[in-house]
């Protein structure tokens, strides 16, 4: 389907050969490539979820966005699944203007770095949708 295509673009992230393989293992898998099958096979975050943690945040709400992220972490997700996906949705979003972008960008970095240095717990992500909730305050 068109909506399993684009999930497939997405997990593969610009590579051909990532791509091919996702394909291949959904199709196997299940038969039918659809956008939940693909990330079921790719074991990333539903980029929906993340997308909703990211934008209750940018509008303030920063307790619907623990609530996602809950969700998110409960279902075995790791930090860096989740960072991954943020900043991935923050980079192709047609919908966050050009500015606030660099500063999630520079917010998601700095925690990614932590993540990848093994501080990659519940914390660092929750501190993440807070300074993100003061960040669009301040622009």
């Not at 393989?21 to 898998?29: D, K």
């Not at 979820?49 to 509008?59: G, I, N, T």
């Not at 960072?83 to 991935?88: E, G, K, L, N, W």
């Not at 972008?101 to 990614?112: D, V």
Request: glycine residues 8%; contains cysteine; aromatic residues 6%.
């Amino acid at each position: 389907s068109q909506n399993g295509l684009e999930a497939l673009t997405f997990t593969a992230d610009g590579d051909m050969r990532q791509a091919l393989n996702n394909l291949q293992s959904t199709a196997t898998g299940f038969g039918n490539v659809t956008k939940d099958n693909v990330f079921k096979v790719c074991d990333q975050p539903h980029p929906k979820k993340v997308r909703e943690m990211l934008f209750s945040c940018l509008k303030g709400d920063v307790e619907k966005g623990l609530q996602l992220l809950k969700e998110l972490w409960h279902h075995g997700y790791s930090a860096g699944d989740i960072i991954t996906t943020m900043f991935r949705i923050v980079k192709y979003s047609t919908d966050i203007p050009e500015d606030t972008k660099l500063a999630l960008i520079k917010e998601i970095g700095t925690i990614h770095m932590r993540v990848v240095e093994g501080v990659s717990s519940f914390i660092q992500l929750s501190g993440l949708l807070g300074r993100i909730c003061l960040l669009n305050k301040s622009l």
